[in-house]
């Protein structure tokens, strides 16, 4: 594909149950990046991925967020037990070169 | 600590006018700095970045080390410069850590 997908473009939920987010970056990036994009709270960095290894994952909120990359592509952001302040655009992005990032549209998750 | 300060959450411009979002940030190591865009229902994406100083869509930006700041500067706004803007400042890893972003309106 010409940029990064993700998935699903939008997800409604119910609280307490668990939601997978995925992104397929373009070929050949190295480096992946969730990002969680809210109302009051801008754009806040989730975790780095450089190959399937993740040597920065200190924005993740809470021990209810995980993620996983791969074979150097494909990422997964799962988040478990669902709560309302988990609602927000998710967003992926993949890079080569440092800081040029290459966003995805983002999943927008809803929790009830 | 590493951040990124953009005062303007707000930015109305008339078109033809000069427009100019500020940006601080504070870093203990050498700066990466970079404006992202996002116009209404795109994804984000690059601006420009401070080590290649060209100009994108007619707008520049310098980076003043002694005044820790990296402003968005273009002579004459036109509609389309309608968006959120975020200037971002990259560690050694290439994570980017954004301000809290600038809407700019262009109003004919």
């Known amino acids: 594909g010409a940029g990064v997908s993700q998935s699903p473009s939008n997800k409604v939920t119910e609280k307490g149950k668990d939601v997978e987010l995925r992104c397929d970056p373009i070929s050949g990036h190295t480096a992946l990046y969730w990002y969680r994009q809210s109302l009051g709270q801008g754009l806040e960095f989730l975790i780095y991925f450089q190959g399937n290894s993740a040597p920065d994952k200190s924005g993740l909120p809470s021990d209810r967020f995980s993620a996983e990359r791969t074979g150097g592509s494909v990422s997964t952001l799962t988040i478990q037990r669902t709560q309302q302040e988990d609602s927000a655009v998710y967003l992926c992005?993949?890079?080569?070169?440092?800081?040029?990032?290459?966003f995805g549209e983002g999943s927008r998750l809803t929790v009830l | 600590a590493q951040r990124v300060t953009q005062p303007e959450k707000l930015l109305s411009v008339f078109k033809g006018a000069p427009v100019e979002l500020k940006c601080n940030y504070s870093y203990s190591g050498s700066p990466e700095l970079f404006w992202y865009v996002q116009y209404s229902r795109q994804r984000l994406q690059l601006l420009l970045r401070?080590?290649s100083r060209e100009s994108i869509k007619g707008f520049t930006a310098d980076l003043n080390k002694g005044e820790t700041s990296f402003h968005l500067k273009k002579p004459f706004a036109q509609e389309e410069d309608s968006a959120m803007y975020y200037c971002a400042l990259s560690d050694s890893w290439g994570k980017l850590q954004f301000g809290a972003g600038t809407q700019v309106v262009v109003t004919p």
């Open positions: 401070h080590i």
């Open positions: 992005a993949s890079s080569l070169l440092l800081g040029e990032l290459f």
